[in-house]
């Protein structure tokens, strides 16, 4: 008697060459908002961790323009024992010029709810926002990052979790001078679990 073997869930066999890896590790950094570990990396990408640690110094060398091609202007950088791409800090003026000079809109709902919570809770992790809000803030909070509303405070050197704060823009926006001027939330909410009204932030 033969037993059929259900290969419906099993993980795609994906290809383990050095460039291939590599490709697979970019398309997961350009999407991530905190520091991988080359454990995490390895998990995503489905392949073996010495191999993994190879494809991301070879993109570390490459994106430096040590491998023949031009230095890119931004770099894969290791923080707090995790993996991201960052803007290089020559560049840095040119990217708050930018962000500064784009027309203003209006923030959305997800996005006063999402900044309310760091605003009150900070400094907060974005899975420390996600669990209060109960729904994925990875957009909103790149949003508020571009809107020089929050700020990366710090990388907590244990997880490698970024926490969040709010900046002197958002003050400048809400037209107080520091965060001890927001109102108390206990007027707003019996308690903490069902999250913040953003109209506080209006």
């Given at each position: 008697m033969t037993t059929?073997?259900?290969?419906?869930?099993?993980?795609?066999v994906r290809s383990q060459e050095p460039a291939d890896v590599a490709r697979r590790i970019e398309a997961i950094l350009l999407i991530v908002d905190e520091p991988q570990s080359l454990v995490a990396l390895a998990a995503a990408v489905g392949a073996p961790v010495p191999t993994v640690r190879?494809?991301?110094?070879g993109l570390v060398a490459d994106y430096d323009g040590e491998t023949g091609?031009?230095?890119r202007g931004f770099e894969l950088r290791e923080v707090g024992g995790g993996w991201r791409l960052y803007v290089r800090d020559e560049h840095d003026?040119?990217?708050a010029e930018y962000?500064?000079?784009?027309?203003?809109?209006r923030l959305s709902q997800a996005a006063l709810e999402t900044l309310a919570v760091i605003a009150?809770?900070?400094p907060v992790t974005r899975s420390q926002v996600a669990s209060i809000r109960a729904v994925n803030v990875d957009?909103?909070?790149?949003?508020?990052l571009a809107r020089g509303l929050i700020t990366e405070l710090f990388t907590d050197p244990e997880t490698g979790a970024i926490n969040y704060g709010t900046t002197d823009a958002l003050l400048v926006n809400l037209g107080i001078n520091s965060l001890d001027e927001l109102p108390h939330i206990s007027p707003l909410l019996d308690d903490g679990s069902d999250g913040f009204d953003a109209e506080v932030l209006r």
């Open positions: 059929e073997i259900d290969t419906d869930d099993a993980p795609p190879q494809a991301v110094e091609g031009p230095r003026d040119l990217i962000v500064g000079g784009q027309a203003p809109s009150y809770k900070q957009s909103v909070v790149r949003t508020l």
